[in-house]
């Protein structure tokens, strides 16, 4: 593979590196990308040592494949300048996931749908990735008609001055707020940018993104985003209702035996999935599965993924070797 990572210096770039690295990934051609103010400073991959390039020297240099985790404002401007040059871009911004014409893939789900025409390619939100890890093997078996979900998400899924912030609190540090308020000891219900009817951006992204990945545009999702002072991943607590009835035991039996997820589900022995226990992992960690006996066909669970590995590295580097394996790059 010959392979561009933009975005290089971030926190999922660092990750996206830090995956290739474990998977064994060892591209004949590596080429980090990052801001102009990067541009120089090395990177290490592999044992070697490389340094950031400009876009241009990028796209200039032919890679087969460009992971970029750049922002939405960047892949909307370089995407499609990669994509021109016959590059394949695996995008993890917001950017593409609803344009009708590119698809958005998690691999364990639907990659069949990926062809060699697709120059630009989606990388799902980090909650949608886990959340639709877990409920597609349910839609397949018993339809799923609607989804109430709340989520717990690591100051991590902001950035790294989110993570400094944190850090800083819990030293009695003063420094720069990535939040309106303090996160350490505290929690807000607020993710992305709010909308006029009252949810936000990150809200409405589980709903349409889960829809476009599941292929059901009739599946009723309702959200909420609760930012919380952890690390380790994001945490989400769902509800689902079925169009049938369901054999609690078969739940158990598709999650442990779903590729991509880990089943934690022994409360006896108080173990069900955690952040923390998720941090570093590439699995969809999924417990806490109980009927709920207040409506028909409904059943809950808990849903725990690292958002910067299954939720965004590890997914992309996952189509990634999938495009090469299926000789589409």
Same mark, same amino acid.
């Given at each position: 593979?010959?392979?561009?990572?933009?975005?290089?210096?971030?926190?999922?770039?660092?990750?996206?590196?830090?995956?290739?690295?474990?998977?064994?990934?060892?591209?004949?051609?590596?080429?980090?990308?990052?801001?102009?103010?990067?541009?120089?400073?090395?990177?290490?991959?592999?044992?070697?040592?490389?340094?950031?390039?400009?876009?241009?020297?990028?796209?200039?240099?032919?890679?087969?494949?460009?992971?970029?985790?750049?922002?939405?404002?960047?892949?909307?401007?370089?995407?499609?300048?990669?994509?021109?040059?016959?590059?394949?871009?695996?995008?993890?911004?917001?950017?593409?996931?609803?344009?009708?014409?590119?698809?958005?893939?998690?691999?364990?789900?639907?990659?069949?749908?990926?062809?060699?025409?697709?120059?630009?390619?989606?990388?799902?939100?980090?909650?949608?990735?886990?959340?639709?890890?877990?409920?597609?093997?349910?839609?397949?078996?018993?339809?799923?008609?609607?989804?109430?979900?709340?989520?717990?998400?690591?100051?991590?899924?902001?950035?790294?001055?989110?993570?400094?912030?944190?850090?800083? #609190?819990?030293?009695?540090?003063?420094?720069?707020?990535?939040?309106?308020? %303090?996160?350490? &000891? =505290? !929690? /807000?219900?607020?993710?992305?940018?709010?909308?006029?009817?009252?949810?936000?951006?990150?809200?409405?992204?589980?709903?349409?993104?889960?829809?476009?990945?599941?292929?059901?545009?009739?599946?009723?999702?309702?959200?909420?985003?609760?930012?919380?002072?952890?690390?380790?991943?994001?945490?989400?607590?769902?509800?689902?209702?079925?169009?049938?009835?369901?054999?609690?035991?078969?739940?158990?039996?598709?999650?442990?035996?779903?590729?991509?997820?880990?089943?934690?589900?022994?409360?006896?022995?108080?173990?069900?999935?955690?952040?923390?226990?998720?941090?570093?992992?590439? #699995?969809?960690?999924?417990?806490?599965?109980?009927?709920?006996?207040?409506? %028909?066909?409904? &059943? =809950? !669970? /808990?849903?725990?993924?690292?958002?910067?590995?299954?939720?965004?590295?590890?997914?992309?580097?996952?189509?990634?070797?999938?495009?090469?394996?299926?000789?589409?790059?």
């Amino acid at each position: 593979m010959k392979l561009a990572v933009v975005g290089a210096t971030g926190l999922v770039g660092r990750e996206i590196i830090k995956v290739l690295e474990e998977h064994g990934i060892c591209p004949e051609l590596f080429i980090p990308v990052a801001s102009p103010k990067s541009k120089g400073l090395p990177v290490e991959f592999n044992g070697g040592c490389y340094f950031i390039h400009s876009h241009e020297e990028a796209i200039a240099a032919k890679p087969q494949v460009a992971i970029f985790s750049a922002g939405a404002s960047t892949s909307r401007e370089w995407a499609p300048r990669y994509a021109a040059a016959g590059i394949t871009v695996i995008d993890n911004s917001s950017a593409w996931r609803m344009d009708p014409s590119i698809p958005l893939v998690v691999p364990e789900i639907n990659p069949t749908i990926l062809t060699p025409l697709h120059k630009i390619i989606a990388n799902p939100n980090c909650s949608t990735i886990q959340l639709v890890m877990a409920l597609a093997p349910l839609h397949a078996k018993y339809r799923i008609k609607r989804v109430v979900v709340s989520t717990y998400q690591s100051v991590t899924g902001t950035g790294a001055k989110a993570v400094k912030q944190l850090e800083n #609190e819990r030293n009695g540090i003063p420094g720069e707020m990535a939040y309106a308020y %303090p996160i350490d &000891l =505290n !929690l /807000f219900p607020h993710g992305g940018d709010f909308l006029e009817n009252g949810s936000t951006t990150e809200e409405v992204k589980l709903v349409n993104e889960t829809r476009k990945i599941l292929g059901d545009e009739s599946i009723q999702v309702t959200a909420t985003v609760v930012r919380v002072p952890v690390m380790g991943g994001h945490s989400e607590a769902v509800n689902l209702e079925f169009f049938n009835d369901y054999d609690l035991r078969e739940i158990f039996h598709i999650m442990d035996n779903t590729p991509g997820i880990v089943l934690r589900d022994d409360v006896q022995h108080n173990i069900y999935p955690m952040p923390l226990a998720a941090k570093g992992r590439d #699995e969809v960690f999924v417990g806490r599965i109980r009927r709920d006996d207040s409506q %028909p066909n409904s &059943l =809950n !669970l /808990f849903i725990v993924a690292d958002n910067l590995r299954k939720g965004a590295a590890t997914n992309a580097v996952q189509i990634a070797s999938w495009l090469m394996a299926k000789g589409l790059v």
